[in-house]
């Protein structure tokens, strides 16, 4: 059995995307040195999830880490090597995120009316519509019962 819950929040770049949730407690940054262009791999030794892979997931994390060029990282992951995630959900969307995301055609969310770092696992599956930058969106997370939500 499943169990489902609801969140809205902010919708920071528009787009409906679904995936496995990757869910980062460190702040997250989309550079080659984080994030393997070629793979999706994550690569950072510091961070708990290095050596997973970002591609077809929604990923989760508190805001950015690293330079302006995680923007470009970002989108080149997502529409460039066809290694990116499907969507990413903050607590902050930093500008640099939501311009890579904007280009690499995937939503973006923040502001949500929970923490997403506590209500999201790795492992959930979660869909996103966020329809229009600014406006609410939704983020769906769905947990098997044994892991309750």
Excluded at 14 to 30: C, P, Q, Y
Excluded at 87 to 95: E, F, K, L, Q, Y
Excluded at 131 to 140: I, R
């Amino acid at each position: 059995m499943e169990q489902v819950k609801v969140m809205k929040g902010i919708a920071r770049a528009k787009g409906r995307a679904s995936g496995e949730a990757l869910v980062s407690e460190m702040r997250f940054g989309w550079g080659y040195n984080t994030v393997a262009n070629e793979s999706g791999i994550i690569g950072a030794y510091e961070n708990p999830l290095n050596g997973q892979c970002v591609k077809g997931r929604i990923v989760v994390y508190p805001t950015v880490s690293g330079t302006t060029l995680g923007s470009v990282g970002l989108y080149y992951k997502c529409q460039v090597s066809k290694v990116g995630p499907t969507g990413i959900i903050c607590r902050n969307v930093h500008d640099i995120d939501i311009a890579g995301a904007i280009a690499g055609e995937i939503p973006a969310v923040d502001c949500l009316d929970g923490d997403p770092l506590q209500e999201i696992r790795t492992g959930d599956l979660v869909e996103i519509r966020a329809d229009e930058v600014g406006k609410e969106a939704t983020v769906t997370i769905t947990r098997k019962a044994a892991n309750p939500l």
